[in-house]
T-cell receptor
Framework: GAVVSQHPSRVICKSGTSVKIECRSLDFQATTMFWYRQFPKQSLMLMATSNEGSKATYEQGVEKDKFLINHASLTLSTLTVTSAHPEDSSFYIC??????????????FGQGTRLTVV | LAKTTQPISMDSYEGQEVNITCSHNNIATNDYITWYQQFPSQGPRFIIQGYKTKVTNEVASLFIPADRKSSTLSLPRVSLSDTAVYYCLVVPTGTASKLTFGTGTRLQVTL
């Protein structure tokens, strides 16, 4: 089945630095990927929709200048948390759908990235 | 986007059957019903998907009534390793529409 790989699985960074998280679709092309954020014991909250070759669409309340999304190819989307602060510490998850596959309604999720800002 | 409503939490003993019901009153004709399982610090994992009636796989069964305004995920003989959060989502077919997660149901299985 289709696989979405996310890297790194966990990262610790200092306040004020930037962190990049990669999301790859391993065996299918994803024109659209999604980035979620999840706080402890809460549900996934959609942050933005990443579109290959165009600007990302951000959900209300999500700062686009802080969470930079780049979707330069059909298999890779990146989320960069800029000038990270402790309140950015969270679990970040990416997702993609294989619209060309048989189960084109199935969304595949990455393993998640645990970001800790100290 | 169809909104889903499901119980916040459920408890079960090992070996019992667990049924989690989800309401999706505004489901559209081209929407599929999909259930995901999530363990702590992991991304959601696909469990089962259906459009109507009953679907069964090696992990679970999914029951969908004729009006499709609700669905029930059935987990036979749960074990401790089934302790997780279960999310019901309504997914439109053929488009890259964003998926919005509801609260999910936190299932706790004990001995």
């Amino acid at each position: 089945g289709a696989v979405v790989s996310q890297h790194p699985s966990r990262v610790i960074c200092k306040s004020g630095t930037s962190v990049k998280i990669e999301c790859r679709s391993l065996d299918f092309q994803a024109t659209t990927m999604f980035w979620y954020r999840q706080f402890p014991k809460q549900s996934l909250m959609l942050m933005a929709t990443s579109n290959e070759g165009s600007k990302a669409t951000y959900e209300q309340g999500v700062e686009k200048d802080k969470f930079l999304i780049n979707h330069a190819s059909l298999t890779l989307s990146t989320l960069t948390v800029t000038s990270a602060h402790p309140e950015d510490s969270s679990f970040y998850i990416c997702s993609a759908r294989d619209l060309g596959g048989q189960m084109n309604t199935e969304a595949f999720f990455g393993q998640g990235t645990r970001l800790t800002v100290v | 986007l169809a909104k889903t409503t499901q119980p916040i939490s459920m408890d079960s003993y090992e070996g019992q059957e667990v049924n989690i019901t989800c309401s999706h009153n505004n489901i559209a004709t081209n929407d599929y019903i999909t259930w995901y399982q999530q363990f702590p610090s992991q991304g959601p994992r696909f469990i089962i998907q259906g459009y109507k009636t009953k679907v069964t796989n090696e992990v679970a069964s999914l029951f969908i009534p004729a009006d499709r305004k609700s669905s029930t995920l059935s987990l036979p003989r749960v074990s401790l390793s089934d302790t997780a959060v279960y999310y019901c989502l309504v997914v439109p077919t053929g488009t890259a529409s964003k998926l919005t997660f509801g609260t999910g149901t936190r299932l706790q299985v004990t001995l």
